[in-house]
């Protein structure tokens, strides 16, 4: 059965900093594309990030939030994280984490982070 669970969102102050985590299980995690999308309300559900499996492309990183946000993975954990730091406000949606395993796609339920005073 393959899951994908995310952890690590909450509330933040504009300027601080989370880490999301997202565990993976039920497919080949190291062959696998890792992304993190995000919605805010009323918005499309957007690319924040992406992580190649080994040997792949280059990471990819939405304009917005390059030299903010850092993507990594961990395949011995088979886990993939979400550095963000310098937070906005803007920043507040639902963060989800993607894998994509040849052309299956597998979504997380998603983590809320809220950027706000």
């Known amino acids: 059965q393959v899951q994908l669970v995310e952890s690590g969102g909450g509330l933040v102050q504009p300027g601080g900093s989370l880490r999301l985590s997202c565990a993976a299980s039920g497919f080949r995690f190291s062959s696998a594309d890792m992304s993190w999308y995000r919605q805010a309300p009323g918005k499309e559900r957007e690319l924040v990030a992406r992580i190649s499996r080994i040997g792949g492309d280059t990471d990819y990183y939405q304009d917005s939030v390059k030299g903010r946000f850092t993507i990594s993975r961990d395949d011995a954990k088979r886990m993939v994280y979400l550095q963000m730091t310098s937070l906005k406000p803007e920043d507040t949606a639902v963060y989800y984490c993607?894998?994509?395993?040849?052309?299956?796609?597998?979504w997380g339920q998603g983590t809320q982070v809220t950027v706000s005073s």
């Open positions: 993607k894998g994509l395993y040849y052309t299956a796609e597998y």
